[in-house]
């Protein structure tokens, strides 16, 4: 009790500590997405990757209430000591869950990640996403990869098949290349493929990739109608999301909907919402060690290597505080999911919403 106390304290008084982490373990990538925010022609990101015992020593540093990591890159499986990284969180942190971005296209290399890492674990989740944009042949052209359709659907149900402390689903980022078409590609993952987990995002312009004005208006349309289907499909259990026989699994879907409206209002009409907890309950980890409040601003806080990889040392210093005085006071704000959610369970305006989902019976 005590610990969910503290854990409380952090999230909505204090905001000391991180509660959840981004942390890019590579920039390299076998997809070539238009829409990536990643530079691939710029060799530089290619160099001076944290090394494995240096994350080892830096997942010792990440302070007392981290309750999840997502694990990305690049493709996170294209490192190939990846579980080693993995296992480097759960070894060294009191995480309760690592959720990994993958584009699914190495299958194998999944499969035995979950199969070991899940039975050395059992007590922690590993919670997959597998990116998925279009039908077959067009989801292949859009990310360059032949055969990339086919293998995330493998790889989505060989970690179904694990089960256990294990879960995958489909996520579908809607951009100006899929917007049209979003609604008969999630009828096609449940129907014809047996996806019964599904997810959506919304592109973001940030790095090489920009939205063409002309064309926000059908994305923010098909970003509304996959996310209203979503819910729907949620609430009637056509689709599964959080256990909704628990209080916390209804409290989390109720989280969910309440930052797809959020989203949804901030691509509308972007403005001050609610205050932003990027670079105080969240952050990002570079595949340098750099470490940002968020992946939109260019402000950094600084590089792990400077404060001997010490992530709280880093935390606490002046660029870190200067840069979270800046969020507040500017009143940031924009589209990014991952700090949407921190932003919707450190605030309490949505509290009653979600505490009244919680408490409603199934």
């Not at 290619?46 to 240096?54: F, P």
């Not at 830096?58 to 309750?67: A, I, N, Q």
């Not at 105080?280 to 980890?285: A, N, Y």
Request: proline share 3%; glycine share 6%; with cysteine.
């Amino acid at each position: 009790m005590m610990n969910y106390a503290s854990l409380g304290a952090n999230l909505l008084i204090s905001r000391r500590y991180p509660v959840s982490l981004v942390h890019f373990v590579t920039n390299r990538c076998n997809a070539r997405c238009s829409f990536c925010f990643i530079d691939f022609d710029d060799n530089r990101i290619y160099r001076n990757q944290l090394t494995l015992d240096e994350i080892d020593v830096m997942t010792r540093h990440l302070g007392p209430h981290l309750k999840n990591v997502n694990l990305t890159g690049g493709e996170p499986f294209a490192r190939k000591d990846f579980l080693e990284v993995a296992r480097c969180y759960f070894k060294n942190t009191d995480v309760e869950s690592i959720f990994i971005t993958s584009n699914g296209s190495l299958p194998d290399r999944i499969e035995h990640f979950v199969r070991t890492l899940g039975a050395e674990f059992p007590d922690r989740k590993i919670i997959f996403s597998f990116s998925t944009d279009d039908f077959a042949e067009r989801h292949d052209e859009i990310r360059k990869i032949d055969g990339l359709f086919a293998n995330v659907i493998k790889s989505y149900h060989l970690v179904c098949a694990h089960g256990g402390n294990a879960m995958a689903n489909c996520s579908i980022t809607v951009s100006h290349e899929n917007c049209a078409t979003v609604l008969d590609l999630y009828e096609h993952l449940i129907e014809d493929h047996g996806v019964r987990a599904i997810t959506a995002n919304l592109v973001r312009d940030e790095g090489v990739y920009s939205t063409p004005p002309e064309q926000r208006k059908a994305i923010l349309e098909g970003y509304s109608a996959l996310t209203e289907r979503i819910l729907r499909d949620l609430r009637s259990g056509r689709i599964e999301g959080y256990n909704p026989k628990t209080m916390q699994g209804r409290m989390m879907n109720k989280k969910n909907q309440i930052m797809y409206e959020m989203v949804e209002q901030s691509y509308r009409d972007p403005g001050f919402i609610s205050y932003c907890h990027a670079g105080s309950l969240f952050g990002i980890i570079s595949a340098d060690g750099t470490v940002s409040p968020c992946e939109i601003l260019d402000h950094t806080y600084g590089n792990l290597r400077d404060y001997d990889l010490d992530f709280q040392k880093l935390w606490f210093d002046h660029e870190a505080r200067k840069g979270r005085d800046f969020i507040r006071q500017s009143k940031c704000n924009c589209t990014y999911e991952c700090a949407w959610t921190l932003n919707v369970l450190g605030n309490a305006q949505y509290l009653p919403g979600m505490l009244a989902a919680a408490v409603k019976a199934k």
